[in-house]
């Protein structure tokens, strides 16, 4: 049977970091992926580094305003009626964590997460033959409508008194800001210490810069199932055969919970498929990420390519394409890029991925109950890639039982056990 220090299950933003921070911290390290390094929700997101997204999934207002766009097709958010018990239950945490105790609680330490990503991945950045279109010009978020404005100018204000840095611009501030773009915007915010990348490239490179470094990776293997041996995990089976391994760390991303209930654990996680087009750059577009606000829609420059996404579905593990919802979005830049012809762009790539969202919008990190040798790192929902960095470091920590940089009590992987 083959041997490693750390077996890791899922070759995502978060699995391919945590690899690459094992790996230096000394550690012999095989990551296990059953399908391609990015083939889960790691490849076509928008790939923006986001401390502005310091507030959680979870928040005062955010059950309500869903359940008005439930109903809606065309809307940002849907929820699959069914009547599935996990669903139920992660609906009725979700509802309880979204109180401003528990989401003051979460800002700073998402916030303090998010900003240690940034200088991480500056550094990953620097690395040897590692290339991923980094840049950190921020992100522009764009409003169209009173409403819309007054909304960005509460999160303005929230996310202002915990530190970011955050610039108010009039119509005419955005229009400079994106030149070469004809705006239909009343004003927008610029989050300045936000950054942007291809997520696919960063993934890929980096998971190449870790084989160049000595980790081990097999992609086209499933992880089947555990031995396990006084409650610890001795073996990890795959579709390649058993690996015995020191510390097992799960980073399936959506399929986590699958994964868990195998080794004996319960993680409720609910999957939230968002979408995203791919198409060829028009060469006026300038290197800013823009958020459509009131259509929860993201315009992401990615080397000669540019990316629009969004929307947020919890219809269970489906990875099937609705074209309506699609269509919603493309139909979203009209309306605030009314000269823009997006019919003569040159689609390259339609996708859909998962993000892993628990109740609360936190991840959960850490050691799990019961089973001492196994860490989960999996929950990131909309922001797993800004978090891969400091996520994997942060592992490393555990693994190493070094005292983490950050306090992550927070992120107990039974909190809602207790
Ligand atoms: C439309 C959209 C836009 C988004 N935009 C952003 C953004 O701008 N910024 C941001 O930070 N985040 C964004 N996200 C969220 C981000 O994509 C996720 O949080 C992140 O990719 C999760 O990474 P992960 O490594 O946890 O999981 P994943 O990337 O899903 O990786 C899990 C991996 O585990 C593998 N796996 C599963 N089961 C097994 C098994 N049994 N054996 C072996 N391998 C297994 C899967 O194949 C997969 O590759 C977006 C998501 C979507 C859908």
Redesign the pocket.
């Known amino acids: 049977m083959d041997k490693t220090d750390v077996l890791i ?8 970091c945590a690899a690459y921070y094992l790996r230096e911290a000394g550690y012999g390290v095989t990551l ?19 401390p502005s ?1 310091s507030v959680p999934l979870a928040a005062p207002g955010v059950p309500v305003r869903g359940l008005k766009w439930m109903f809606n097709p065309d809307s940002p958010f849907y929820i699959k009626p069914r009547l599935d018990p996990s669903l139920i239950r992660w609906l009725w945490e979700f509802w309880k964590a979204s109180s401003e105790g528990r989401m003051r609680r979460a800002i700073p330490l998402i916030r303090d997460m998010s900003l240690q990503s940034l200088s991480l991945f500056d550094e990953l950045d620097g690395l040897d033959g590692v290339d991923f279109d980094y840049h950190q010009r921020g992100v522009l978020a764009v409003y169209r409508t009173k409403e819309g404005l007054a909304e960005g100018e509460e999160e303005r204000q929230l996310l202002s008194s915990y530190g970011l840095e955050i610039d108010e611009l009039t119509s005419d501030g955005v229009a400079e800001a994106l030149p070469g773009l004809e705006l239909n915007a009343l004003g927008g915010l610029h989050f300045r210490q936000d950054a ?1 990348l291809t ?1 696919g490239k960063f ?1 890929r490179s980096l998971a190449d810069h870790a084989v160049r470094r000595g980790v081990i990776v097999r992609t086209g ?4 199932g555990f031995t396990k041996d006084k409650g610890r995990i001795a073996a990890v089976h ?1 579709t390649q055969g058993d690996i015995a391994a020191g510390e097992v760390v799960l ?6 919970p ?2 868990g209930i195998v080794a004996g654990i319960s993680l409720p996680i609910q999957p ?5 087009v791919t198409m060829r750059r028009p060469a006026e577009w300038p290197e800013l990420p823009i958020m459509l606000a009131e259509s929860r829609v ?1 315009v ?1 420059p990615m080397g000669d390519t540019l990316r629009i ?3 947020l579905e919890l219809a269970g593990m489906d990875l099937s394409i609705n074209r309506r919802r699609v269509a919603a979005i493309l139909h979203a830049l009209p309306r605030y890029l009314p000269s823009f012809d997006i019919d003569a762009l040159e689609i390259v790539e339609t ?6 969202c628990t109740p609360d919008g936190l991840p959960f990190l850490g050691r799990a109950p019961g089973v001492p040798n196994l860490i989960v ?12 960095p400091v996520t994997g470091k942060l592992v490393s920590q555990i693994v190493a039982e070094d005292p983490p940089g950050i306090d992550i009590d927070l992120l107990a992987v039974d909190r809602f056990a207790r």
């Open positions: 299950i899922g070759g995502g933003a978060v699995g391919v296990v992926e059953r399908g391609k390094i990015g083939s889960g929700a790691s490849h076509g997101n928008m790939g923006l580094i986001v997204h942007h997520p993934v293997s499933e992880v089947t795959t980073t399936a991303g959506s399929w986590s699958a994964l939230a498929k968002g979408y995203s993201a992401t996404g969004g929307t996708w859909c991925g998962l993000r892993p790192a999996a929950g990131h929902a909309m922001i797993g890639v800004s978090l891969g």
